[in-house]
Nanobody, 120 residues
Framework: QVQVVESGGGSVQAGGSLRLSCAASGSTSGVNCMGWFRQAPGKEREAVAHFYSGTRDTYYADSVKGRFTLDRAKDRNTVLRMYRLKPEDTAMYYC??????????????WGQGTQVTVSS
């Protein structure tokens, strides 16, 4: 089994920055996709940023491009650095881990989430 644990988050004013960390542990030998998702109240969950370790590419949602950076750390750890935050970034942020199959990642393991609140 794989455990995913997020840390970071909190409240910040618009224009501020936050950092979210994620660590996957357990039977992670085959895990090759790591990513962040978010869900705001009344909205569907959306992908924020993710990568597959087999390439150097990192996917970013259009809404966060140029403001968020996903760092690939060792041992299935990731750091999501969020800059120039906007009120619309307010959401519960979830880290996920999974496997690359075909042309996409499948997200099999999820953390419990960490809240990010941006005030105007």
């Amino acid at each position: 089994q794989v455990q995913v644990v997020e840390s970071g988050g909190g409240s910040v004013q618009a224009g501020g920055s936050l950092r979210l960390s994620c660590a996957a542990s357990g039977s992670t030998s085959g895990v090759n996709c790591m990513g962040w998702f978010r869900q705001a109240p009344g909205k569907e969950r959306e992908a924020v940023a993710h990568f597959y370790s087999g390439t150097r590419d990192t996917y970013y949602a259009d809404s966060v491009k140029g403001r968020f950076t996903l760092d690939r750390a060792k041992d299935r750890n990731t750091v999501l650095r969020m800059y120039r935050l906007k009120p619309e970034d307010t959401a519960m942020y979830y880290c996920a881990a999974g496997y690359h199959a075909g042309f996409r990642c499948t997200w099999d393991y999820w953390g419990q989430g960490t809240q990010v609140t941006v005030s105007s």
